[in-house]
């Protein structure tokens, strides 16, 4: 078990980390020993903590990886520090400098995967093939350094999704030990079972997961859109854990307003301070947070009405267009840290991903 196994994606947000989970929820219950690490810290909303055993000059712990290894029950010494940062600066520096060289950073890792050949090494690659390149960090560079199988996991829309599919092919090459397809819509999961699944295989891409779009894994929580949206919360602090999963905007008389809220759940519902009446009709709907935009305050009665449903209400002080243009860059691409998405991701991989073919490549008896 010294050659570790690559989780990757060919785009951002691709639902890495959720395959992570429920691919190291199945290998630990079949009894194998895992250790888990980002060589790249991709994570850069949450403060970044010190790990206290890691090699001299690599102290990174990407919080992807802490969240990750808690809920898997991995202790300390099986998470694998980071070796380098992905921001602005860093990346700068190095372009400056003309380093494309991973440094003594890959001999690390390559020293830390030979002294866990007790364990199963899980490494989550960067956000696509290419990212991680001005570091040495490329997942293909990655995979070839250590001659590592690559598992990747791909959204699919239609069949031109197929195209990325056939680069990291040929990018590569035998290295490529299978792919997760992931937010299928639900409607679409048979025919890509039936039909797509099998053209892939015949194309040289092994399929080893088909699973559904998730609006539960794709949700924010509503104190990440007040971060993002730097945001004054008027009232029901208590309440910014709830999950955001879609996005409703009230500029629409009351009744249209009613009308459509009731289509619409676990809402974050943006609309004018001054718009009382579309104010009060979200609160009697599934909605999760107000936003208000605009000048003025609201009215004590709205706050009174907002406290005793407990729904959080923000206040911004971006206009309408801006604010739903920050939430829509929320919804679907923020980081798996919620215990209920981690539950609810390892019960979806469980039941569409099948990793005997996988399991099989990496000498591993297959998990019960």
């Not at 792919?179 to 015949?202: C, D, Y």
């Not at 399929?207 to 609006?215: C, D, E, H, I, T």
Request: proline share 7%; hydrophobic share 45%; with cysteine.
């Amino acid at each position: 078990m010294s050659i570790p196994l690559l989780i990757g994606s060919c785009e951002p947000f691709s639902g890495k980390s959720a395959v992570v989970l429920g691919l190291g929820r199945q290998l630990a219950r079949g009894g194998v020993p895992l250790a888990f690490g980002k060589p790249l810290v991709t994570c850069m909303d949450d403060p970044l903590d010190n790990f206290p055993d890691a090699a001299p000059g690599n102290p990174l712990l990407d919080p992807d990886v802490r969240f990750i290894g808690e809920t898997l029950g991995l202790s300390q010494e099986q998470l694998i520090p980071s070796l380098h940062v992905l921001d602005p600066a860093a990346a700068r520096e190095r372009l400056l400098a003309g380093d494309l060289t991973p440094g003594e950073g890959l001999a690390l890792l390559q020293r830390r995967i030979h002294d866990d050949a007790d364990r199963l090494v899980l490494l989550e690659g960067a956000g696509s093939l290419s990212e991680g390149q001005l570091y040495g960090l490329g997942l293909v560079q990655l995979a070839q350094a250590l001659q590592a199988p690559v598992l990747l996991v791909h959204p699919w829309s239609d069949s031109r999704s197929v195209d990325a599919l056939l680069e990291a092919r040929r990018q590569l090459g035998d290295l490529l030990a299978g792919v997760v397809l992931n937010a299928v819509l639900p409607e679409m999961v048979p025919e890509v079972r039936e039909a797509v699944q099998p053209a892939l295989e015949r194309l040289g891409i092994p399929v080893l997961g088909v699973m559904p779009r998730s609006p539960l894994l794709r949700s924010v929580t509503v104190e990440e859109l007040a971060r993002r949206l730097e945001a004054t919360v008027l009232c029901c602090h208590d309440g910014l854990d709830l999950l955001v999963e879609t996005l409703s905007i009230g500029a629409m008389n009351v009744n249209s307003a009613m009308e459509f809220f009731r289509r619409r759940r676990n809402m974050a519902v943006v609309t004018g301070a001054d718009r009382t009446d579309i104010q009060l009709a979200a609160l009697e709907a599934s909605t999760q947070c107000l936003i208000l935009t605009g000048a003025g305050e609201p009215l004590p009665q709205l706050i009174s009405r907002a406290e005793e449903l407990e729904v959080p209400v923000l206040k911004v002080d971006h206009d309408t267009l801006t604010t739903v243009e920050v939430i829509d860059g929320a919804i679907g691409h923020v980081r798996l840290h919620e215990a209920v998405k981690a539950t609810y991701a390892i019960r979806l991989v469980e039941e569409n991903c099948h990793f005997e073919r996988l399991f099989g490549r990496l000498r591993l008896a297959v998990p019960a």
